[in-house]
């Protein structure tokens, strides 16, 4: 290439590099007295998140707690991972009194609350068909086997995580389960209603906590 012509391509590419960074320095510098235009349309504001509605209408609302000692279910080998998702096992289902046999319709949904002293609590809340009696259950694991509980181990013999080691599993041939079933009813003077449940360990020959 002649030399004068491969000189003025370099001067011309020098030029253009040059341009390039004056344009990127005076965007990110603006000029001195440089003063934003107060009519500009501002960025919009993120909309926050709507806490969850723990007493919709047509739905039985409340809580599950169990004592702290007890640990909570080992989800995985972390225990803030666990206690993190603490919630994930539970479930409240409604049962036809007349057939025994639970609505599959809808699902309750759980949401991790805050501790109550010595007790974890998750909440949940139960859409339900109105102006019809149902037994409500608390239980943990799949429905499949409804009204029975789930008999995997891990919910109802296994030992848990992150409680004191001396109660975090039944004593011997005791197992985890939940205070009584309750009847809900909602018409229309009564949209909402609240039942809460605790989880405790049944004994063999008893009928009440341990």
Same mark, same amino acid.
């Given at each position: 290439?002649?030399?004068?012509?491969?000189?003025?391509?370099?001067?011309?590419?020098?030029?253009?590099?040059?341009?390039?960074?004056? @344009?990127?320095?005076?965007?990110?510098?603006?000029?001195?007295?440089?003063?934003?235009?107060?009519?500009?349309?501002?960025?919009?504001?993120?909309?926050?998140?709507?806490?969850?509605?723990?007493?919709?209408?047509? !739905?039985?609302?409340?809580?599950?707690?169990?004592?702290?000692?007890?640990?909570?279910?080992?989800?995985?080998?972390?225990?803030?991972?666990?206690?993190?998702?603490?919630?994930?096992?539970?479930?409240?289902? !409604?049962?036809?009194?007349?057939?025994?046999?639970?609505?599959?319709?809808?699902?309750?949904?759980?949401?991790?609350?805050?501790?109550?002293?010595?007790?974890?609590?998750?909440?949940?809340?139960?859409?339900?068909?109105?102006?019809?009696?149902?037994?409500?259950?608390?239980?943990?694991?799949?429905?499949?086997? @409804?009204?029975?509980?789930?008999?995997?181990?891990?919910?109802?013999?296994?030992?848990?995580?992150?409680?004191?080691?001396?109660?975090?599993?039944?004593?011997?041939?005791?197992?985890?389960?939940?205070?009584?079933?309750?009847?809900?009813?909602?018409?229309?003077?009564?949209?909402?209603?609240?039942?809460?449940?605790?989880?405790?360990?049944?004994?063999?020959?008893?009928?009440?906590?341990?």
């Amino acid at each position: 290439m002649i030399p004068a012509k491969r000189f003025l391509l370099l001067s011309i590419a020098s030029l253009l590099l040059l341009a390039t960074l004056s @344009l990127t320095l005076q965007a990110q510098d603006p000029p001195k007295g440089y003063h934003p235009n107060p009519n500009a349309t501002p960025l919009p504001t993120p909309t926050p998140m709507a806490a969850p509605d723990y007493q919709p209408l047509w !739905a039985v609302n409340g809580k599950i707690r169990w004592k702290k000692s007890y640990g909570v279910v080992p989800l995985s080998p972390h225990l803030q991972t666990s206690i993190n998702n603490r919630c994930i096992s539970f479930y409240v289902a !409604a049962l036809d009194p007349r057939t025994n046999q639970p609505l599959r319709s809808d699902h309750s949904q759980m949401f991790k609350a805050d501790d109550e002293g010595d007790y974890h609590v998750c909440r949940y809340t139960l859409k339900l068909p109105s102006n019809q009696q149902w037994r409500l259950v608390a239980q943990m694991g799949g429905d499949g086997l @409804l009204p029975e509980p789930d008999p995997n181990p891990l919910f109802l013999t296994r030992a848990w995580i992150g409680g004191d080691p001396s109660q975090s599993k039944p004593p011997t041939g005791g197992m985890r389960a939940f205070t009584g079933s309750k009847y809900v009813t909602l018409d229309r003077r009564n949209s909402r209603a609240t039942m809460d449940f605790e989880l405790y360990y049944a004994l063999p020959r008893s009928d009440g906590p341990r």
